[in-house]
């Protein structure tokens, strides 16, 4: 993800920030594109981060007093389409700062609703909410993961598969449970704290490789996670 239309690059942190409250869509509440696409055989995605204040000091909506510094952290950046990021640069005048702030707070309050993240009554009923999102990942991972026997099948379209479902269901599904989890915290037992922060590492790391392209081996899933809140 880059803004291809400013010199200020956001760090890694607030990268994964952005895609995090985005939940994988453009921020524009009217367009919710899908921002990872499989096109053929490639795996695309189309993300770009806009600047609500300009990067500039003559750009759309420019500030002069904001600092450079403060121009590229998380809470002046959005995340959208090429569509959208170039109707709200060139029709600046009908996307004033006020509104496209508006649009960032709207969507990642729909995201939270989305991912059912709130706290619940007791530990059964978040793991109901849980073991769905556990499931679909564990089951796509057996189908289409690393280990199935088409790895070694050169014209095996599975791999392919598999970074796509990476994209698209696996890093949106983490999220979700990540949210899930955050929000009944005082709940986990204390043994199970652990297994949750090498989870959200899991996690980190994963979207670190997908999303910023940092070269990196993550940290296994730990299997203790599907165990997470039962009694």
Known sequence: MKCTKGRVNPNAHTKLKLFADSGGYCQNPNCNENLFLSIGKSEIHIAEMAHIISDSDTGPRSDKDLSKDKRSTFSNLILLCPTCHTKIDKAEKEFPE???????????????????????????ETRKNIVKILN??????KTYGPLTEERFNPESNVPKIWLSKIRQIIL?????????????????????????????????????????????????????????FKD
């Open 136 to 141: 679909e990942n564990k089951t796509i991972f």
């Open 98 to 124: 006020k509104i496209i702030i508006q649009w960032k707070n709207n969507h990642s309050e729909r995201i939270k609703n989305l991912f059912k993240i709130r706290e619940y009554d007791n530990r059964f």
């Open 172 to 228: 949106p599904n983490n999220r979700k449970l990540l949210g899930i989890i955050d929000g009944n915290y005082s709940k986990l037992k204390e043994f199970e704290i652990e297994t949750v922060e090498l989870f959200r590492q899991h996690v980190l790391d994963l979207e670190d490789r997908h999303i910023n392209s940092v070269e990196i081996n993550a940290t296994q899933f730990p299997k203790e996670l599907n165990n997470i």
